[in-house]
C-alpha cells in the first residue's frame, strides 16, 4: 500500500489534529475494523510523529491561529500513515518550512523510515544538516538522471568527474550550482553521458531486474473489500456538523439574519385586516417573502463549499 503527501496542507481548520487524522482513518481503513482498532491506530501514529502534545489543539484558519507549520506537516503526513503504508510519497515536504521545523520534520521521516517505510520525496535546496539524513538521492535535470546513489558519494562521484569541491560547501548546494552552471553552458548532455556509463547505472538495471522477477513471481493481493457508502456518509456529516458549528462568525451571521428578518416580516404582517381582498393579499405577499428568504438564504452554502473543495477532492481520490 502506498501513502502520498501533497505540498499543501489540506486540512480541516476547525478540527482538531487528532480528529483529522481519525476522520481520514474513519474513511480510509476498512470498515470491517472496529473503531477500538481505528483509534488505537491513531494513538500509535501521533505517538509516532510527536504530536501528542498538540492532539487536541484545532489546526486552526485564516481567522483564529492554531498549531505551527511543522504541526500541520506531521498532520498530513500522520493521515497517510494511519493506513500503515510501505511506500510514502511526498511532495516537497519542508515548503514554507523554516531550518529548524524543516529539519524536525525531516528527522520523523527518517524515523519512520527506519521502521521500515520506504520515504520518498522531492526537495528544493536543503540545508546540510538535513542531506545527511538522505540514505540515496536521485538528481534530475530536464527530467533525466545525473546522479542516482547513496548521499555520502555524491561529491565524491563528481571530484572522480572532474569538478572541484570543497569540504565547506553544502553537497546539496553543490549539486544544484554545478546543473545550473553546466546547463548554461550546454555541457549538462556530458552529465547524462557520465552516469549512463558508471558503475551507479550499472548497478541500479541489476537492481531493477532482480525487482521485476521477484514482483512477477509474487502472489496478487486479494482486493481490498468495498467501502460502506452508509459509515463514510455518516463521517462525512459529522465534519460537516463540527465544521458548522464551530465556524462562530458564519453561525453568528446566520443566527442574526435569521433573527432580524423574523422581526421585520413579523412588523410588516402585524394585525393583517380579517378581509378577503387586501387581507388575503397580504398573508400570500408574506408567504412568498418567507419562502424567497429561505430559498435565498441557501446561498451562504458556498461559503464553506468553496473552502472544502480541495480538501473533497483530496479525500476522494485518495
Aim: proline fraction near 3%; charged fraction near 20%; glycine fraction near 6%.
Amino acid at each position: 500500500m502506498v501513502g502520498y503527501v501533497v505540498q499543501d496542507d489540506i486540512l480541516s481548520g476547525t478540527l482538531t489534529v487528532h480528529e483529522n487524522i481519525f476522520f481520514s482513518a474513519n474513511l480510509r481503513l476498512p470498515y470491517t475494523m472496529i473503531h477500538k482498532q481505528r483509534l488505537a491506530r491513531v494513538e500509535e501514529v501521533i505517538e509516532q510523529l510527536s504530536l501528542r502534545s498538540c492532539a487536541n489543539t484545532r489546526i486552526g484558519t485564516e481567522f483564529k491561529r492554531g498549531v505551527s507549520g511543522g504541526e500541520r506537516k506531521r498532520t498530513c503526513i500522520a493521515m497517510e500513515l494511519v493506513l500503515s503504508p510501505k511506500i510514502l510519497f511526498l511532495d516537497e515536504p519542508t515548503t514554507g518550512l523554516d531550518a529548524s521545523t524543516a529539519c524536525d520534520v525531516m528527522k520523523c521521516l527518517k524515523n519512520l523510515s527506519r521502521n521500515g517505510c520506504t520515504i520518498v520525496f522531492s526537495i528544493h535546496q536543503p540545508r546540510q544538516s538535513i542531506f545527511e539524513l538522505f540514505d540515496t538521492v536521485l538528481l534530475l535535470s530536464n527530467g533525466r538522471i545525473v546522479y542516482l546513489g547513496p548521499s555520502n558519494s555524491l561529491h565524491t562521484y563528481f571530484i572522480d568527474h572532474g569538478f572541484p569541491y570543497r569540504e565547506s560547501n553544502n553537497p546539496a548546494d553543490f549539486a544544484l550550482d554545478l546543473l545550473i552552471q553546466e546547463a548554461r553552458n550546454d555541457r549538462i548532455t556530458n552529465l547524462y553521458e557520465a552516469y549512463l556509463n558508471s558503475s551507479m547505472h550499472n548497478l541500479m538495471i541489476n537492481r531493477l531486474k532482480d525487482i521485476s522477477h521477484d514482483s512477477s513471481n509474487a502472489r496478487v493481493q486479494e482486493e481490498q473489500p468495498l467501502r460502506n457508502i452508509a459509515s463514510d456518509l455518516f463521517y462525512v456529516s459529522q465534519r460537516t456538523l463540527r465544521n458548522a458549528i464551530r465556524n462562530s462568525a458564519l453561525l453568528a451571521w446566520q443566527n442574526a439574519v435569521a433573527i432580524i428578518l423574523a422581526v421585520l416580516t413579523g412588523l410588516l404582517y402585524y394585525q393583517l385586516p380579517q378581509t378577503i381582498g387586501s387581507g388575503v393579499q397580504n398573508r400570500l405577499g408574506g408567504l412568498f417573502f418567507v419562502i424567497v428568504n429561505q430559498i435565498f438564504s441557501t446561498a451562504t452554502a458556498l461559503e464553506p463549499f468553496i473552502k472544502e473543495r480541495a480538501l473533497f477532492i483530496h479525500v476522494s481520490i485518495s
